[in-house]
């Protein structure tokens, strides 16, 4: 992908040179003759870098930097000084630039700083994305041997390598997300990000602006630009969910977004292409939601290309002996305190009781008998501090 840098100079020869030698080397250049167009231009397009110079009419570069960084603090800035300036540039540094250059420039240094930058970035970027991996694999681990879970996940290995977007139902606490998970990590676009939304935790009024993004000035509170989660997962995965509970307006965005590929920020006017798997889960019958005039049915055609059923704990207990296992083990290790041995009578006990929260309950109960148990986990155990909670 064609990286876009933004140069910044009110000296037409200066911005002409730098965007000659730039777009030389590959790079999409965009020009602004002062600090407020800059600003313009920073507010409705993502650039890779800024090239900056420092002493400009209407807003000089410290002014720019500030405001810019306001907008996206990952945003990496090239400071351009003249000699009179280095001290300025240094401050600029201290309130993150990455570096400064001094006038008139050197092209192969400015060469070598940019390519430095972009390459910081991209490490920047690299390293957010693992780290997010990394924890999603650790909770990514589907446990059980029931023949439920292992035909849902002979059907995940299925489905994950293509572009199917999939609708995952099932109830509260069943594990819809690890699923999400799994799908995108055995896809092709396992290397970007996997974004999700939980629609029933944002309200109705922001919830467009949380999956579009908004322009600057849209409504009271826009005091600057907004990345939705659409571009944010651009070439990744969007999980979207509690899709159910996603509002009308919403609705629509949303069929709109899944039949073109392209969204528009709130109060914005320009389309923005974007290429996203979407991946959604609901707990709600949405058939039903359908007949009740609360989802589109276009919508949830669009959404459920493929249908996975995750099942409830009660209908695979035999998995019940190793999500016990392994959650005494991941938590101990958590509190850094010896894995607790659990007797046979209080793991059939746990087997017969009706986990209406699913493994999300299952897990909260093995970490109260953790807490709470004073050596190993007995049936005694497991009737005071869980059935008897």
């Known amino acids: 992908m064609v990286q876009k840098i933004l ?47 420092i002493k400009m009419p209407k807003k000089d570069g410290i002014e720019v930097l500030t405001e810019a960084l306001e907008m996206n603090p990952d945003l990496t800035f090239i400071i351009i000084s003249g000699h009179g300036d280095i001290e300025v540039a240094v401050e600029a540094v201290k309130k993150g630039a990455f570096d400064y250059i001094s006038k008139p420039p050197d092209l192969n240094r400015l060469l ?96 467009e602006s949380e999956l579009f993004g908004h322009e600057k000035g849209s409504f009271t509170s826009a005091l600057k630009m907004r990345v939705g989660k659409f571009e944010q997962a651009n070439g990744g995965t969007l999980f979207l969910d509690e899709i159910g509970d996603l509002s009308a307006d919403a609705q629509a965005k949303m069929l709109r977004a899944l039949q073109e590929g392209k969204i528009t920020r709130v109060g914005g006017d320009k389309d923005i292409k974007v290429d996203v798997r ?19 049915m276009d919508l949830y055609h669009r959404l459920s290309v493929i249908r996975l059923q995750v099942p409830a704990l009660r209908e695979r207990v035999e998995d019940i002996p190793l999500l016990v296992e392994h959650f005494l083990e991941t938590i ?39 807490i709470l148990s004073d050596s190993g986990i007995t049936k005694k155990d497991v009737e005071q501090y869980i059935f008897m909670r």
């Not at 800059?38 to 900056?52: G, H, M, N, P, Q």
């Not at 046979?344 to 209406?356: E, G, L, P, T, V």
């Open 7 to 53: 140069v910044v100079d009110d000296e037409r020869a200066i911005r002409s040179t730098l965007t000659d030698i730039l777009t030389f080397e590959g790079f999409a250049i965009t020009q602004a003759e002062d600090g407020e167009d800059a600003l313009r231009k920073i507010s409705k397009t993502t650039f890779d870098c800024v090239i900056c110079d």
């Open 112 to 207: 070598i700083t940019v390519r430095n930058a972009l390459h910081k970035e991209a490490i920047v970027s690299e390293n957010k994305t693992l780290r997010q991996k990394v924890t999603k694999s650790r909770a990514a681990q589907m446990i059980g041997k029931s023949p439920q879970l292992l035909k849902l996940l002979e059907t995940i290995e299925k489905v994950a390598p293509t572009d199917a977007r999939v609708l995952i139902t099932g109830e509260n606490g069943v594990g819809k997300e690890l699923v999400a998970i799994r799908l995108h990590e055995l896809s092709p676009r396992k290397n970007a990000a996997l974004v999700e939304v939980n629609c029933a935790a944002i309200p109705s009024e922001l919830i």
């Open 278 to 296: 979407i991946i959604a889960a609901t707990n709600k019958d949405l058939l039903q939601e359908v007949e009740r005039k609360k989802f589109r």
């Open 332 to 370: 101990c290790k958590e509190y850094n305190h010896p894995v607790k041995e659990i007797d046979n009578a209080a793991m059939k006990a746990m087997q017969r009781y009706d986990w209406s929260g699913n493994v999300r309950e299952l897990r909260n109960a093995v970490e109260r008998l953790i």
